[in-house]
Nanobody, 126 residues
Framework: QVQLVESGGGLVQVGGSLRLSCAAS????????MGWFRQAPGKEPEFVAG????????YYADSVKGRFTISRDNAKNTVSLQMNSLKPEDTAVYYC???????????????????WGQGTQVTVSS
């Protein structure tokens, strides 16, 4: 049974930092591109960041570029999202997701992902 478990969310002030982590089990982690998505109330899920299977390629939404960094550790089956200079508009539930790939591509569309975590709330107060 595949499980993706996020942790690290919470309440932070504007300009602060948080580090989200996602622990994966039940899958061959190195065969999956990993993504972080977020969903604010009343909005569609939004791609935040993605990383290829071997971490060669990373991609970011324009709204977080330069502030967020995605990384992975294939030995530990984990993917992380370091979030700096947080803004109120970053408030959302953040989900990690896994997409089995045969190459080093990374999809930005939520529907392409095979497995999802339960989400972790990030709230940025002004």
């Amino acid at each position: 049974q595949v499980q993706l478990v996020e942790s690290g969310g919470g309440l932070v002030q504007v300009g602060g930092s948080l580090r989200l982590s996602c622990a994966a089990s039940g899958l061959t982690f190195k065969d999956y591109a990993m993504g972080w998505f977020r969903q604010a109330p009343g909005k569609e899920p939004e791609f935040v960041a993605g990383i290829s299977r071997s971490a060669i390629f990373t991609y970011y939404a324009d709204s977080v570029k330069g502030r967020f960094t995605i990384s992975r550790d294939n030995a530990k089956n984990t993917v992380s999202l370091q979030m700096n200079s947080l803004k109120p508009e970053d408030t959302a539930v953040y989900y990690c997701a896994a997409d089995r790939r045969l190459d080093s591509s990374v999809e930005r569309t939520a529907a392409e992902y095979d497995y999802w975590g339960q989400g972790t709330q990030v709230t940025v107060s002004s």
